[in-house]
């Protein structure tokens, strides 16, 4: 018998008197008992808020990041222990692969976009700093700290570990300690992977916590700067949504909900093309994976008038070679619905579109099991058909939660667009063609209405990701009746969990503030070169300032020669001289990038080991044969890269005679930590 345990204040909470039964979706035996059991949930987000916040928010990003990265490769080394309990759900090893290796993945993404994408520190500079002032001396710049109460993650049964890992790792990279509320269908899966990042000992004490059953007055308690995170129902999130202390507090809400996703079959799209393919392959599939309990699942398939039949057939013939039984059973493809409530729930909407829809499929209920008894909560793949979507409306807003999609027809891309936006707002909508043209009218047409658009076409379809999978690197969420929230998306899913906060100040103050060197804050004098000091002795603001040099005219001539850069500008007095933006033949900016690196290159061996890029170069003034260019070099913002190296960024700005620039850049160097 599972006994699936809360984590609370440092300590396992066995299910209490008051626990709720979990009969298993297969055979619709009692497989366990949860919750019921007294958490003082006050202590519970002062524990948090005390001692999980504090520690994390000691750390920076990347340090975060290193945590996320280490839980990620241990919950790896121990799946196995999860796919021998998520059959127990009902859903088949491939579901689980979505479930347990896609939630290990998007850790793993989620913390290389930390490393890669946050600097090497607490604050996190968005955007570029605005100039205020005439003089420079005050200046703006947005940053975002992490929050520091608690973010609540409240999961659906659907995705047990996916669910709290996708919501948990931007909170813990963004520096917020989280508490993970599973649905308690599927509990016990949520808790078996929740056991095991406590056994990792990788997160500071504090920073999760779970509660399995009922939250009690948990979300009246929130405040300011808590945060909730919803997957499941609209009537749940709409309940808690409306919470007083939420609405009192404008504590963040998002949520992801109920979504009537639609696909789309181009126009263009003959019948048996290798597009035509992919789309009846990709629709099956979201019909079947973990039996349609997917919220990015395709629930209506519109395709064009003249190809109903075709994809009618097409699609039942894909969806006859499905197998349904115990999801551990060899040669199973398709396995349960979650609860024997989840089945009755979609009888119930089948009933609701029946009198808009034509059944196309045999009854559901009719089974054919591996392994399983009717007593199971299985239901066959369910495919509708409804002749005229423009006067139906269930079909746009009921969402049958389980194996079930409703066929549509279409006239042009205009009205198959408006049809795919009568879902209210979705999650994800998809649409099968090789015209870009279409592709174009079509996101014109319907993107605001949708989170996510996936396009596919002969030419992807062997690499494209998939219609129903939420990436780590995309936005996952979408307006209207998908709840209007946005998770993931890289690191716009971690700034979820921060306060992004204007700051006005001099260059120091902003300097000071975000770690980076900003023009016009100080300037610190090493007395030694900076490409001879290590990555450690390298303070920010150290500058170097060059010694001038002429540019001849025999400087360009044989530059242009040489590189074979003979553009007209460099070469031609008299045609240079036509052109608005010289005065007459010009240097090259790529001679005064070189001769720059002539300048304030240090030659000899030392910590200095590569020069790995330049960012945001801009030429700002032309230089004229007998111009002189003189160069400062400042250390803008250091990145801790490995054990042995760091990434330095150096503000360069290059002047001429008068003092006025000619060009800014930012230089990358990879430095060691030792000489
Ligand atoms: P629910 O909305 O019932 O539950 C979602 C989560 O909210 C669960 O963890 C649930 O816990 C919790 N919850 C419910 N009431 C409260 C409360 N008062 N305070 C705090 N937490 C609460 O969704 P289900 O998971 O049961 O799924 C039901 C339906 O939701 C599905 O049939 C489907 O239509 C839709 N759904 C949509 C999804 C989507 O992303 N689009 C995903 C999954 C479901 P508990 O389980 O303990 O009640």
Not at 305 to 328: C, F, H, K, W, Y
Not at 540 to 546: D, K, R
Not at 613 to 630: A, E, R, T, W, Y
Request: some cysteine.
């Amino acid at each position: 018998m599972l006994r699936p345990a809360s984590y609370a204040i440092g300590k396992w909470i066995e299910p209490g008197a008051e626990s709720r039964a979990i009969h298993g979706p297969v055979t619709g035996d009692l497989i366990g008992q949860a919750g019921g059991a007294p958490l003082d949930v006050q202590r519970m987000l002062d524990w948090a808020r005390s001692t999980g916040g504090p520690a994390l928010r000691a750390m920076g990003f990347h340090d975060r990041a290193r945590l996320i990265k280490a839980l990620a490769v241990y919950l790896g080394e121990r799946k196995e222990e999860l796919y021998a309990i998520n059959p127990l759900t009902g859903a088949t090893r491939r579901d689980g692969a979505i479930d347990i290796d896609g939630g290990i993945g998007t850790m793993m993404v989620i913390a290389s976009k930390g490393r890669r994408e946050m600097p090497d520190g607490q604050v996190y500079v968005d955007g570029a700093a605005e100039g205020l002032s005439r003089g420079g001396t005050f200046i703006g710049q947005h940053i975002a700290v992490p929050l520091q109460g608690v973010a609540v993650l409240i999961n659906a049964f659907n995705f047990p570990v996916w669910g709290m890992l996708e919501k948990l790792a931007p909170a813990i990279l963004a520096g917020m300690p989280v508490i993970v509320k599973p649905a308690t269908q599927t509990c016990y899966l949520t808790e078996a992977c929740f056991r095991m990042i406590i056994e990792s000992g990788i997160l500071p004490e504090g920073a999760v916590q779970l509660v399995i059953g009922g939250t009690g007055d948990m979300l009246d308690r929130l405040g300011a700067q808590d945060v909730v995170s919803f997957t499941g129902s609209a009537d749940t999130a709409l309940h808690l949504r409306t919470n007083p202390a939420l609405m009192r507090n404008s504590v963040r809400f998002h949520a992801e909900q109920d979504s009537l996703n639609a696909t789309i079959l181009g126009p263009d799209v003959a019948a048996g093309s290798p597009a035509f393919q992919a789309f009846i392959k990709e629709a099956a599939n979201e019909i079947t994976t973990k039996a349609g309990q997917k919220c990015t699942a395709i629930r209506r398939i519109i395709v064009p008038q003249s190809a109903i039949n075709e994809v009618s057939e097409a699609l039942m013939a894909r969806l006859a070679g499905i197998t349904l039984g115990d999801p551990a059973a060899d040669g199973v493809r398709m396995g349960a619905l979650a609860s024997a409530a989840q089945k009755a729930d979609v009888l119930d909407k089948l009933s609701a579109l029946a009198g808009e829809t034509v059944r196309l499929t045999d009854d559901p209920e009719t089974l054919d099991l591996i392994g399983a008894g009717p007593e199971g909560a299985f239901l066959a793949p369910t495919l509708l058909r409804c002749d005229d979507p423009d006067a139906a409306r269930a079909v746009h807003e009921l969402e049958a939660f389980g194996p079930v999609s409703t066929l549509m027809p279409y006239r042009d891309a205009d009205h198959a667009a408006a049809l795919a936006n009568r879902g209210g707002g979705s999650l994800v909508a998809s649409l099968v063609t090789d015209d870009p043209q279409v592709a174009r009218q079509v996101t014109l047409a319907s993107a605001a209405w949708h989170g996510r658009l996936y396009i596919n076409g002969a030419s992807s379809a062997n690499e494209a990701t998939g219609h129903g999978a939420p990436l780590p690197h995309m936005v996952h969420g979408g307006p209207g009746r998908a709840g209007g929230g946005e998770e993931l998306g890289g690191v716009r899913g971690v700034l979820h969990y921060m306060q992004r906060t204007a700051v006005q100040g001099s260059p120091d103050v902003i300097a000071a503030i975000t770690g980076q060197w900003q023009p016009g804050a100080a300037e610190i004098d090493a007395q030694q070169h900076p490409f001879q000091r290590t990555f450690n002795e390298i303070r920010i603001g150290e500058t170097l300032h060059t010694d001038a040099r002429e540019v001849t005219l025999e400087d360009i001539a044989h530059f242009a020669e040489f590189t074979g850069d003979t553009f007209y500008a460099h070469t031609d007095e008299e045609a240079a001289k036509a052109n608005p933006f010289f005065p007459g033949r010009v240097a090259h900016g790529y001679l005064l990038l070189s001769f720059a690196a002539g300048l304030f290159v240090q030659p000899d061996p030392g910590p200095v080991l590569a020069n790995t890029g330049l960012n945001s170069l801009s030429f700002q003034k032309p230089v004229s044969p007998g111009d002189s260019i003189k160069v400062r070099l400042t250390c803008k913002r250091k990145t801790r890269r490995t054990d042995s190296y760091g990434e330095i960024a150096w503000h360069v700005t290059l002047t001429n005679q008068d003092g006025d620039q000619v060009a800014e850049y930012e230089l990358l160097t990879m430095v060691s930590y030792t000489r």
